[in-house]
């Protein structure tokens, strides 16, 4: 009778173990699927970051060109001078 009980035990585990591989396998099937739904919202939240920033970066450029073409404009001469004078600066530093 002990041993029925005992072989009755050890079947019951088989099945509690074989009941726990499966929980264990779904749970990691779950969380990989977190994770992948985690990276692909973090990926969109920078990539929207990145445009937001380049958006930003492309009215800054258009501000300064705007800007320096206004001053151009108005001073001329003074532009082709101080062109001129930066052009001999950075050739002197580039020969040596």
Do not use: F
């Amino acid at each position: 009778m002990a041993s029925t009980d005992v072989a009755a035990d050890v079947e019951a585990l088989k099945k509690d173990l074989s009941s726990l591989r499966g929980d264990i396998k779904s749970l990691k099937s779950s969380i990989a699927a977190e994770i992948r739904e985690a990276a692909a919202n973090a990926s969109d939240g920078l990539t929207g970051v990145a445009r937001s920033a380049a958006s930003t970066v492309a009215a800054a450029g258009e501000k300064s060109y705007t800007v320096a073409a206004r001053q151009i404009e108005a001073n001329p001469l003074t532009s082709v001078l101080m062109a001129a004078g930066i052009g001999i600066i950075i050739g002197s530093m580039l020969r040596r």
